[in-house]
Nanobody, 121 residues
Framework: QVQLVESGGGLVQPGGSLRLSCAAS????????MAWYRQAPGKQRELVAT???????NYVDSVKGRFTISRDNAKNTVYLQMNSLKPEDTAVYYC???????????????WGQGTQVTVSS
């Protein structure tokens, strides 16, 4: 059984910072790309940032210069450092990982349960 567990969400004032973490556990042979998505009320889920196993990174334009994605391969963990937060960053944030599991031929995408980020004064 594979689990991706997010943590670090909460309530923060505009201009503040939060650091999200997502730890993958289970019979994992390899983690390929990992990503953070978000979904605001009434909106579609949006890809926020991705990081490949080789460290290549991409961001959605709205977070460039404010958010930083990173990963610790030894801990099977991906992070999202969010600075200069704005009210429009309010959403449920989900992590996703493309994982190859023990006994599997192919890798698949797995999702965490989400963590709420609220930016409000």
């Amino acid at each position: 059984q594979v689990q991706l567990v997010e943590s670090g969400g909460g309530l923060v004032q505009p201009g503040g910072s939060l650091r999200l973490s997502c730890a993958a556990s289970g019979s994992i042979l390899r983690i390929n790309a990992m990503a953070w998505y978000r979904q605001a009320p009434g909106k579609q889920r949006e890809l926020v940032a991705t990081i490949t196993s080789g460290g290549r990174i991409n961001y959605v334009d709205s977070v460039k210069g404010r958010f930083t994605i990173s990963r610790d391969n030894a801990k099977n963990t991906v992070y999202l450092q969010m600075n200069s937060l704005k009210p429009e960053d309010t959403a449920v944030y989900y992590c996703s990982g493309n994982l190859l599991l023990s006994g599997s031929w192919y890798s698949h995408d797995y999702w965490g349960q989400g963590t709420q980020v609220t930016v409000s004064s």
